[in-house]
């Protein structure tokens, strides 16, 4: 897949920040999940600048500082007389160079600086606050553990709070681009055919590219390449969540497995694990930024009323089938795993159809609010709500695979408690089924 896709607007973001360094020297820092292109957007935004590139890998010290020096020499054309043999050397140097020349520095999985030597963050910010004012250093600092650059740069206590000028959360392909990037490999893709594409790759960059290099487009291909020897996807959520969690994975990934499993109220939680979830639940949500906490559109701040969500649709897929299954899939006994996945398609696709409509009436509609609605007990769930405040009004929507199993009447009896708290708004009933994707 050469063609690159969809980042106009960080692009354009990144050349801003590249052309202020002209003037004055710049700290942006880049966050995302592994895989969701980071390193191919920074490469690409770049490529016409002077660029030194830094990748930092768990190993000595010194040993990385002969890399980077080598680096150095080959991309700014310059010679390093003597050994820089601490980072601390080597960043000073940096420094110093770019009060007279102005080039873009990217330092990638900056947080692995953690392992090697802690003190680096300190003795940057010390380096930084002194010559900041004379440098014309564009430096770009990228991770790929989000719990661990979070924190590297919005927790108070850490050297380099406050320092950064710019921050760039990249996030997955959209609907939109999925669409374009099936039109430009399989122009005659089905409706099922874009579902299976978003439920399985979430528009995450590597998933995309992996599935289009193997040209696998439909359902039954794409399962044979996930379930193939050798295969990425078997190991890539503990490839991808092990360093945010560390050692208490293990209940991390749990209730990540209840949730995928649509066991996504807390007490449902706690009766199955029989532990106390909160502390989990919310690192989960806020220092991971991996689940989100849904209420029911219009009801209290503080309602109790709760349910979870995972963000990534392919660590959904991942620990709902994968995980759960580990025993089959160590074994490769890939076909026993593919069978129960084609047991349950149609009931979990048709739940990630739901989060298809929602993705796609946000991006398309003008709006306030947009969730879905259930009462006590789970009495009367409404699939899609969508508010829009100001014009006062609102879409209320039911989500099926197939129109035919869509009943407008039903929908409307079911909405009565929610439509006396939208009494002054025009409400639009919609059934949306795999045909309006």
């Keep these: 897949m050469q063609k690159f896709y969809n980042r106009e607007k960080e692009i354009d973001l990144l050349a801003k920040i590249e ?33 030194v590139y830094f990748f930092v890998e768990k190993k000595n010290e010194v040993l990385l500082c002969e890399e980077f020096s080598q680096e150095i020499q080959n991309k700014l054309g310059v010679t390093i007389y003597g050994n820089l043999r601490t980072f601390k050397d080597l960043f000073g140097y940096l420094m110093n160079l770019s009060e007279n020349l102005n080039f873009t520095l990217i330092i990638d999985e900056f947080q692995e600086f953690r392992t090697i030597n802690p003190a680096i ?8 606050d002194k010559h900041k004012q004379n440098s014309k250093l564009n430096l770009v600092l990228c991770g790929s553990v989000y719990s661990l650059m979070k924190q590297i740069f919005e927790n108070s206590k850490e050297p380099l709070f406050g320092r950064a000028t710019a921050r760039l959360h990249l996030k997955a392909f959209d609907v939109q681009t999925l669409k374009e990037i099936l039109t430009d490999h399989y122009p005659n893709y089905t409706n099922e055919d874009l579902l299976a594409f ?54 991390y990934f749990s209730i990540l497995m209840l949730i995928s499993s649509s066991k996504t109220s807390r007490s449902e939680m ?30 209290k701040p503080a309602s109790k009323a709760v349910k979870y969500r995972i963000n990534d649709n392919f660590l959904n897929f991942w620990f709902r089938f994968i995980y759960k299954y580990r025993g089959a899939v160590e074994m490769e006994n890939f076909d026993y795993v593919k069978n129960l996945i084609s047991r349950d ?30 009462e006590n007990g789970n009495q009367n769930e409404i699939d899609i709500v969508a508010l829009n405040e100001y014009e006062k009004t609102a879409v209320i929507a039911e989500v099926k695979r197939q129109t035919k199993n869509i009943n407008l009447e039903q929908l409307k009896v079911k909405s009565q408690n929610l439509i006396d708290k939208l009494h002054d708004y025009k409400i639009e009933y919609r059934a949306l089924s795999m045909e309006n994707m």
Excluded: C, H
């Design 19 to 51: 052309q202020k360094s002209i003037e004055t020297a710049q700290m942006t820092f880049v966050v995302g999940r592994r895989r969701i292109g980071k390193t191919s957007l920074l490469v690409n935004a770049f490529s016409k600048q002077k660029t």
């Design 198 to 251: 978003y439920l399985f790759t979430g528009g995450v960059a590597k998933y995309v590219e992996l599935l289009v290099d193997a040209k696998t487009f439909t359902v039954k291909k794409i399962l044979n390449e996930i379930f193939s020897q050798n295969s990425l996807f078997i190991d890539e959520g503990k490839n991808v969540l092990i360093d945010e969690f560390g050692k208490d994975y293990g209940n």
């Design 345 to 374: 398609y149609t009931t979990y696709s048709g739940q990630i159809l739901e989060r298809y409509f929602r993705e796609k009436i946000s991006a398309e509609e003008n709006l306030s609010q947009i969730g879905s609605y259930w």
């Design 121 to 128: 963050y300190s003795e940057m910010q010390n380096l930084w």
């Design 270 to 299: 706690e009766s199955l694990m029989g532990i106390s979830l909160g502390g989990y639940l919310d690192k989960l949500e806020n220092e991971f930024g991996l689940i989100t906490k849904i209420r029911p559109v219009l009801s």
